[in-house]
């Protein structure tokens, strides 16, 4: 079994800042990319970034330059600083990452439970 734990979401204002953060936990042989999601009433789930093993990043458009992404290998743990938030990034944020289980097995995508993040104007 593979958990997916996620913190550090709350309310805030307009232009502050919040970090999740989010740790994998189980049987876990090797994760490879790890990302972030979110998904607001209404619409699609979306990305919001995601993270290789080797550190190279990708960001949605709607974030570039205010969210950054990191990860701790050791830890199997991957960090979202959110900076300069805007009520439109009010949604359910979603950690996600591609986890190998077993060694013969092949990667599968593992998703944790969501945390609200709300921004208010």
């Known amino acids: 079994q593979v958990q997916l734990v996620e913190s550090g979401g709350g309310l805030v204002q307009a232009g502050e800042s919040l970090r999740l953060s989010c740790a994998a936990s189980?049987?876990?042989?090797?994760?490879?990319?790890m990302g972030w999601y979110r998904q607001s009433p209404g619409k699609q789930r979306e990305l919001v970034a995601s993270?290789?093993?080797?550190?190279?990043?990708n960001y949605g458009d709607s974030v570039k330059g205010r969210f950054t992404i990191s990860r701790d290998n050791a830890k199997n743990t991957v960090y979202l600083q959110m900076n300069s938030l805007k009520s439109e990034d009010t949604a359910v944020y979603y950690c996600n990452a591609g986890i190998r289980t077993t060694p013969l097995r092949p990667i599968l995508p593992f998703w944790g439970q969501g945390t609200q993040v709300t921004v208010s104007s």
């Open positions: 993270i290789t093993r080797d550190g190279s990043t």
């Open positions: 189980g049987s876990i042989v090797s994760i490879n990319v």
